[in-house]
């Protein structure tokens, strides 16, 4: 590390004297402006918009002056332009109207409700119409850096375009850090606890640009280059100069692209985070001695369902109809709750509570029988416990009134598609959605089971997936707050389904690893299989399908993952048990 610093230290050296060397020849000049040129190009993957970094160490530095003072106009070469993937925008001559530039911001909180106070602070920075959010990266919890005597942080990445220079924008999360209570004073612990935290980590930044990262108008084509900005002052740098050694800024920036390149250490973001993982591994002395968690927010009090493990969903259907368990605890709302009370016992740390059957062939219900079902069990499990609770349904009416009554999150088997206000009123509360894929609906699915236009029901899952996906996010529902569930069993043959689950690793990654839900609990293919005609003796073949669900070849991402089924006990016996011979190989032989 000692050596990465000094070359680092050194590279900011020649920037400056760069800088200086432009400012003695521009001195006659009233306009002049610094336009840093790479000379050379290594062979790196490329960045958002295709465009090569940045390289400091091989910088040379060409003075632009205006016109109008009849100094010549030495503009950067043309066919770097090209060599960097084109322009993406310009400037008028001497023009000083503000341009849309696109920032990528560090977000985190370790006091008081975390994800409120995140939540708060993006709602506060767009207020003025400055600045406008576009993508969130995921959540996660990680253990304090440098003081580590505090709670632990909630931590990502977001990305906005802004009317603001740099320094504006700097001051803008000043002020919003402030009106929620951080204490700016100056008499704070450096590093200590805060309610709210916003860093710039990246900026957009020109072709020819003053020190203080606002465009030179001297030029009528000053073109924006993605993420490239190098600026220090007194107040700001940029990039965030500790970015590289922290795994909770990194790992969100890869969320949301991970092809980005560091404009001074000329890395894609994927290789400085393999690099400080790398590390790690080996025993790499880091403050940060914990793994940075991927989280899943829930309303109600700041809570989190922390992907530390495979999530258990325990089902409860308070349905007459349902095809395993229909009837047993549709008429009581005491034997529902107390069912769910032992789900939660056995090892669910979410109960899914459905009032209509989604089986293939079920009859629609109306929304008030539908609510009628639901709502007073809801209530009475809020009452004995702290557990999560999704609603399973398709209609926003009911995903309202379950949300105000005690659930934390709506499990729509349409995704979003049955029920056109699904997606604006989820979004409107704030709550995590599992978006499902089904084609068709209840009745007419098992007719729609042909992918052979989508290359195979896998890509064609994950095709559909993600353009629900895309839909949830133009709602309002940032992927911070998206579950995926590739629907086993609904609208799929069963070669189909276990297509899905065999490839359920390719459907991560196809989907940008968003977590992912898996339902294969006791349903009709598994009956297929094993020739079982009773759901409720299917469990064995439920488990070899969640097993199967599980199977991960890839290190290089988070694997968040739910598991929906009938018998939680069963279940996370044989998680647990799956998991002793990666306990045996890690553990030293006992004497």
Same mark, same amino acid.
């Given at each position: ?28 000049? #009233? ?36 016109? *109008? ?44 409700? $975390? ?12 207020? *003025? ?18 003081? %580590?005597? $505090? ?10 375009? %802004? ?66 900005? !190098? ?50 591994? &080996? ?74 059957? !989604? ?64 997606? *604006? ?44 996906? #895309? ?16 629907? &086993? ?31 294969? *609990? ?6 297929? &299989? ?13 488990? #070899? ?34 998991? &002793? ?11």
């Amino acid at each position: 590390m000692k050596s990465s610093r000094n070359a680092l230290s050194s590279s900011r050296v020649l920037y400056y004297i760069l800088v200086a060397m432009n400012m003695m020849a521009v001195r006659s000049c #009233a306009r002049g402006a610094v336009v840093f040129v790479n000379a050379h190009h290594p062979k790196v993957r490329r960045g958002v918009f295709g465009l090569l970094p940045f390289r400091v160490n091989h910088l040379s530095a060409k003075v632009s002056a205006d016109q *109008s003072y009849g100094a010549p106009r030495n503009k950067i070469d043309r066919s770097l332009l090209q060599i960097r993937g084109g322009s993406s925008s310009s400037n008028p001559p001497h023009s000083m109207q503000p341009t849309w530039r696109k920032a990528y911001l560090g977000v985190g909180s370790n006091l008081g409700n $975390q994800f409120e106070n995140i939540v708060n602070a993006l709602s506060q920075l767009q207020s *003025s119409g400055d600045v406008r959010l576009l993508r969130t990266s995921f959540l996660r919890k990680t253990a304090p850096m440098y003081v %580590t005597d $505090q709670p632990d942080f909630l931590n990502g990445a977001v990305e906005v375009e %802004t009317m603001l220079t740099p320094l504006q924008l700097l001051h803008a999360l000043k002020n919003v850090e402030g009106n929620l209570g951080r204490d700016l004073s100056g008499n704070a612990t450096r590093f200590g606890p805060r309610p709210v935290d916003l860093d710039i980590l990246l900026f957009d930044g020109f072709e020819v640009q003053n020190q203080d990262g606002t465009a030179a108008d001297t030029i009528s084509d000053n073109n924006l280059l993605p993420s490239a900005l !190098t600026m220090q002052t007194d107040e700001l740098e940029i990039p965030h100069p500790r970015m590289a050694e922290r795994e909770f800024v990194l790992a969100p920036l890869n969320d949301m692209d991970s092809e980005i390149v560091h404009p001074l250490l000329n890395k894609t973001l994927w290789d400085l985070l393999s690099s400080l993982r790398c590390k790690s591994s &080996i025993g790499y002395k880091r403050q940060d001695v914990e793994k940075a968690t991927r989280v899943l927010p829930l309303p109600h009090g700041g809570r989190m369902l922390v992907f530390n493990e495979t999530i258990i969903m325990g089902i409860l259907n308070v349905t007459p109809d349902s095809f395993s368990d229909g009837g047993k605890f549709s008429d009581s709302v005491e034997s529902a709750a107390l069912q769910a009370m032992q789900l939660e016992k056995d090892g669910a740390r979410i109960i899914d509570v459905g009032g209509e059957s !989604t089986r293939p062939g079920a009859e629609e219900v109306s929304v008030d029988e539908e609510l009628r079902r639901v709502l007073p069990v809801i209530a009475r499990i809020r009452e004995g416990s702290d557990v999560a609770i999704s609603i399973d349904t398709r209609h926003s009416r009911v995903a309202k009134a379950a949300i105000e009554a005690g659930a934390d999150i709506v499990n729509d088997v349409s995704g979003g598609t049955h029920d056109p206000n699904m997606l *604006s009123c989820v979004a409107s509360m704030g709550v995590p959605i599992i978006l499902m894929h089904m084609r068709g609906n209840p009745k007419t699915m098992q007719a729609m089971t042909n992918y052979s236009e989508n290359n195979g029901v896998v890509a064609g899952v994950a095709h559909e997936l993600m353009e629900r996906s #895309a839909a949830a996010e133009a709602a309002g529902i940032h992927r911070w707050l998206q579950v995926l569930d590739p629907g &086993i069993g609904f609208a799929k043959t069963t070669d189909g389904n276990l297509s899905l689950l065999k490839g359920a690793d390719a459907l991560r990654k196809t989907c940008d690893d968003l977590p992912f839900l898996f339902g294969p *609990s006791r349903k009709g293919f598994i009956g297929k &299989i094993t020739d079982e005609d009773d759901p409720n003796e299917r469990d064995f073949g439920t488990i #070899a399908a969640c097993l199967a669900a599980l199977h991960s070849n890839r290190d290089d991402k988070d694997s968040c993952t739910i598991l929906r089924v009938h018998n939680v006990k069963a279940l996370k016996q044989a998680i647990l048990t799956s998991f &002793i011979k990666a306990l045996t190989l890690n553990s030293k032989p006992e004497n």
